[in-house]
Structures are given as C-alpha cells and as structure tokens.
C-alpha cells in the first residue's frame, strides 16, 4: 500500500515541532525520510528463473543545540526493508529524535578528550562499518582470485586474534544488506569469513567461485541491470 505524500511531509514537520519541543536550544533541526521499491526479476541462460521484492526506507534526524557559548550536533537515523508504516510511528520518529538529542546534549557538556594511543573496545553499530571498510572488500573473491587481496593466499592461516570471528549474513530479516537472492539469482545466506581468527572463506559470486573451484555464497551484486555482477 503506497503510502500519502502529505503522510511523508507531515512526518518531517512532527519531528521539528517535537526537536524543538523537547529542548529550547535547538537551533536547527534536520530529517530525512528516502524510500524505493524494487521488483527484480533473473533469467539465466540455464532457464533458471528467480523473483525478488526488494523495498528499502529510511529515516534520518539530526539537530543541532547550542547555548551562549558553543553549538554541537547529535545525529541517528534507521530503516531497512519494510514500508513506511514502522518510521510514520511516533514511537520510532520520537526514540530517533531523543536520541539526537541525547547526543547532542553530552557534547555540549563534554570535556576534550585525552589525546595519544590508547586501546579502546567497539560496540555493535557502526563500528562494523570500520571491519567492513578494514577487510571486507578484501574478503570479496575476485580480488583473491587476482591476487590483489591483503588476504591472497591465506586460507586456513590465522588473519585475527583467536576471539574473532566475521560473518557476512545476508538473511537477517527486515536489514539493510538482507536480500531473498543476489543480482544473479543465488539465495543469499550466512558466511562465515573468519573464524576463531583462521580465515576460512571468500565472499563469491559465480563466476569467480567456478574459476576458483568453489561455489557462490550468494554475494553476486550488481550496479543495475546493465552491469555485470
């Protein structure tokens, strides 16, 4: 069910009427709502043929508070692949505009950080934006097959501390990166990379995974139909 344009607009107009509502030092209040829809349908030259719907939303707030002295910037945003309906709830627009705030607020407070090398620990969220642009591109399979890959060569040697251990899970409902299928029509699944830190396995699409006797975990992905996988 498609939803209203004035629903979407209406939205963003509550989010900066609750921002400025919440706390009187909002100076600026910013949000985002984006959302496509896509039918994809494969047919490969074995006859095979797979469908997949694909939608994809999501909404973003950021404010910006200040006092007489300083301003600072608090930011938070979600969605994933389902409709509308789940953002249009307050309960999800109100929890993402607190927790703007929220940010907000404890910068305002905050003192300067100390400064040198230090060891720190991650928590889940976009620290797993770090791994991936660390070693997930070379955890790909052609890039191992061209021997371009920090990790060429590697498999079944230890790459990590023995505590770690990456998977590249494509089936977990409702995420961002979840599909039914991949672009050439492969159900996608759970990889485990590296496990207990020994590397153990490429993410493939199916060509490389042939070339590398092996076979597709599902990860064969595309620009758009005009491009090969």
Do not use: C
Not at 158 to 171: H, K, Q, S
């Amino acid at each position: 069910q498609e939803t209203p344009f004035e629903s979407k607009v209406k939205l963003l107009q509550d989010i900066d009427a609750y921002a400025r509502t919440k706390d009187p030092r909002v100076r600026q209040v910013m949000a985002s709502l984006t959302g496509n829809w896509q039918a994809v349908e494969i047919m490969r030259s074995g006859g095979e043929l797979a469908g997949d719907i694909r939608p994809l939303v999501r909404l973003s707030v950021s404010v910006v508070i200040g006092d007489n002295e300083h301003m600072e910037s608090g930011s938070y945003g979600s969605g994933g692949r389902f409709g509308y309906d789940l953002l249009l709830a307050p309960e999800t627009w109100q929890n993402h505009v607190d927790e703007a705030l929220r940010q907000a607020r404890i910068l305002l407070e905050a003192e300067p950080a100390p400064a040198g090398e230090m060891q720190v620990v991650l928590g889940p969220g976009w620290p797993g934006i770090l791994l991936h642009e660390a070693i997930g591109h070379g955890l790909e399979g052609d890039f191992n097959r061209k021997k371009t890959s920090v990790f060429s060569g590697l498999m079944g040697e230890r790459v990590a501390a023995p505590e770690v251990t990456v998977l590249d899970d494509g089936v977990i409902a409702d995420r961002r990166g979840s599909l039914s299928i991949d672009d050439e029509g492969t159900p996608t699944q759970s990889t485990t990379l590296i496990e207990d830190g020994i590397l153990v396995a490429y993410m493939q699409d199916r060509m490389n995974a042939r070339l590398m006797g092996t076979r597709s975990t599902g990860n064969g992905r595309r620009q758009s139909f005009a491009h090969q996988p």
